[in-house]
């Protein structure tokens, strides 16, 4: 079998969860190798409407074995109230359900640093959720966080903790006047937590090392996009940890060699959260128009995701950083109102044409050049054949395989997770250590 790996290919919320959730039926186990509670992956399938935050998306298969790798950052309370809603919601048990001992805990003092920074910046603000996401990363790297393995090891974290949350309250008070956090309290809550999850802390490595020596079949879940990685998004507005094929790797704890397949997941259009350069954007009637018939608004915040053309630019970068073997392209029914469709072709920037894309100053002097195609004005929601998109359909689908360089393995033409057209299956496809 093969391990695939899923990765956004343009700035987030391409539809990312509906696809792992596709494929997760053939696989063994699923892995989420970076990030947190910052995003969310929603999944239609037969027991209701899912915004994941946290969970792999192949969690609806009891057959399958999911994992939150080191490579995540993990806030507790997020996380048990999201298995409780699901719990409640849909059955699920969970037993199958892998959290790594390595991965990073978000605390609360995390969220009050991310707000009162975010509040701080004023007309400068990044656009995060205020999760707390960059200052656990942050710790991370500094050394200074605490690891959900951390939370069962009472003597440990009692000898630790009160170091971390003097440094903590020292900062907001100095930096924000903000009041202390309690260390008595924090570790009490620590400690819960530990309990609640105790079943699902494991070394994650040999699990998942067994699991490649079986040749069983392997899902890597990213979150967000390339355009929104730490050193190849659009700097600072940008997620703490790498979305690419790389980061799969680290955060999952699988080595490059194993990795057979990389799918990289793109809307028709294309859409954005937060700040930052965005040039196929369209604030105007159409903006609006996609934002509406497309729903787009954050799975996690609610915010409304700004809306534009579909950048092969930023596609066509993905497929550079990440090796992309094909692209799964979402939500084509959303386009089936509109009468012409321009698609992004190149930049132009300083009266030089770009063809991928450029640091964050020159993105943001980009003015996109567009090639226009005739929309089709047909209803392809629900198709499952490729024969039965509207002839203007198949066209754009086309020439966006010709403009990205690669070939489109996947169509998404509805949320339900029958909505597709399945071009490709990375496994039934000899991967890169099988042939």
């Known amino acids: 079998m093969s391990t695939v790996a899923v990765v956004g290919a343009q700035w987030g919320d391409e539809g990312k969860g509906k696809v792992v959730d596709y494929f997760a039926v053939q696989a063994d186990m699923v892995i989420r190798y970076q990030g947190g509670n910052n ?7 037969d027991l209701g409407t899912f915004a994941l935050h946290l969970l792999p998306a192949g969690i609806f298969y009891a057959s399958v074995d999911n994992v939150l790798g080191p490579g995540t950052v993990i806030d507790p309370e997020a996380l048990l109230h999201e298995m409780a809603a699901l719990r409640a919601s849909a059955g699920l048990s969970f037993s199958r359900l892998w959290i790594s001992e390595r991965a990073h805990v978000v605390m609360p003092y995390h969220r009050a640093i991310d707000a009162a920074e975010e509040t701080q910046r004023r007309d400068k603000a990044q656009g995060t959720t205020r999760r707390g996401i960059g200052p656990t990363y942050a710790d991370k790297a500094a050394r200074a966080g605490i690891r959900i393995g951390d939370l069962l090891a009472p003597d440990y974290l009692a000898a630790w903790l009160p170091h971390v949350v003097a440094q903590k309250n020292a900062l907001l008070a100095a930096a924000f006047d903000l ?12 400690l819960a937590w530990g309990e609640q999850l105790r079943d699902h802390v494991v070394d994650t490595l040999p699990i998942v090392a067994a699991a490649l020596h079986a040749d069983r079949a392997i899902l890597l879940e990213g979150q967000l996009g ?31 060699s194993e990795l057979d397949h990389v799918w990289g997941v793109a809307k028709a259009y294309t859409t954005s959260v937060g700040e930052g350069p965005f040039p196929t954007e369209q604030s105007n009637a159409a903006g609006e128009r996609l934002r509406a018939v497309g729903e787009e608004y954050g799975a996690s915040t609610g915010r409304p995701r700004r809306c534009g053309w579909f950048d092969a630019v930023a596609v066509r970068t993905a497929v550079a950083l990440n090796g992309i073997d094909a ?9 089936d109102e509109f009468e012409r469709l321009p698609i992004c072709v190149a930049y132009q920037v300083d009266g030089r044409r770009v063809e991928l894309a450029p640091d964050t100053r020159a993105l943001a002097r980009a003015e996109p050049v567009y090639e226009e195609l005739p929309g089709w004005r047909q209803p392809t929601g629900g198709i499952t054949q490729l024969e039965a998109l509207p002839p203007n359909a198949q066209r754009y689908l086309r020439r966006i395989q010709e403009v990205c360089g690669v070939p489109i393995g996947l169509i998404g033409t509805g949320q339900q997770r029958a909505a597709v057209i399945s071009l490709d299956d990375p496994f039934d496809q000899p991967g890169r250590r099988h042939r």
């Open 327 to 335: 692209i799964a392209l979402t939500k084509i029914d959303i386009l």
């Open 39 to 45: 995003a969310g992956h929603t999944v239609v399938n």
């Open 179 to 190: 009041p202390p956090f309690a260390c008595d309290d924090l570790l009490a809550r620590c």
């Open 226 to 256: 390339i355009m929104r990685d730490l050193d190849w998004g659009h700097y600072p507005y940008v997620t703490s940890s790498s979305p690419s094929a790389g980061g799969a790797c680290i955060g999952a704890g699988i080595p490059p």
